[in-house]
C-alpha cells in the first residue's frame, strides 16, 4: 500500500551538504514510523535515523548526530534527510524504508517498505 521513491542523492565535496527526500503514497504514512537506511559497496545495510508518524521523536546514530537530520511533512507525504558536514564515510546508497511498528526499530526485517535507494558519494 506505500510506495517510496528516494532523490536528492549526488556527488559533494567533504564539508558539504545535501537534503534527501522521500515521497510516499498511502493513506496511513502518517501512522508510519519512517527510516533511513544507508549500504556502502561491499557492508551491511545499516541503520541511520528514525522519526515517529507525528514527527514528535526522532532517533540517529551516534555517527550522524548533530550533522544530520529527519523531519517529515505528512501533508505532503515526504520526509527528508538534511546531511551536513558530509565525510568520505558518508557515501552509501540511502534508503528511504516505512514500519508499521509504534516502535523505534532498526532492523531492515523490521521495516515493511523500502525505496530504491539514492546514491550519495563524497570526495576527499
Known amino acids: 500500500q506505500v510506495q517510496l521513491v528516494e532523490s536528492g542523492g549526488g556527488l559533494v565535496q567533504a564539508g558539504g551538504s545535501l537534503r534527501l527526500s522521500c515521497a510516499a503514497s498511502g493513506r496511513t504514512f502518517s501512522s508510519y514510523t519512517m527510516g533511513w537506511f544507508r549500504q556502502a559497496p561491499g557492508k551491511e545495510r545499516e541503520f541511520v535515523a528514525a522519526?515517529?508518524?507525528?514527527?514528535?521523536?526522532?532517533y540517529y546514530i551516534d555517527s550522524v548526530k548533530g550533522r544530520f537530520t529527519i523531519s517529515r511533512d505528512n501533508p505532503k507525504i515526504t520526509v527528508y534527510l538534511q546531511m551536513n558536514s558530509l565525510k568520505p564515510e558518508d557515501t552509501a546508497v540511502y534508503f528511504c524504508?516505512?514500519?508499521?511498528?509504534?516502535?523505534?526499530?532498526?532492523?531492515?526485517?523490521?521495516?515493511?517498505?523500502w525505496g530504491q535507494g539514492t546514491q550519495v558519494t563524497v570526495s576527499s
Open positions: 522519526i515517529t508518524g507525528s514527527g514528535g521523536r526522532s
Open positions: 524504508a516505512a514500519d508499521r511498528g509504534p516502535f523505534f526499530r532498526r532492523s531492515t526485517a523490521d521495516y515493511d517498505y
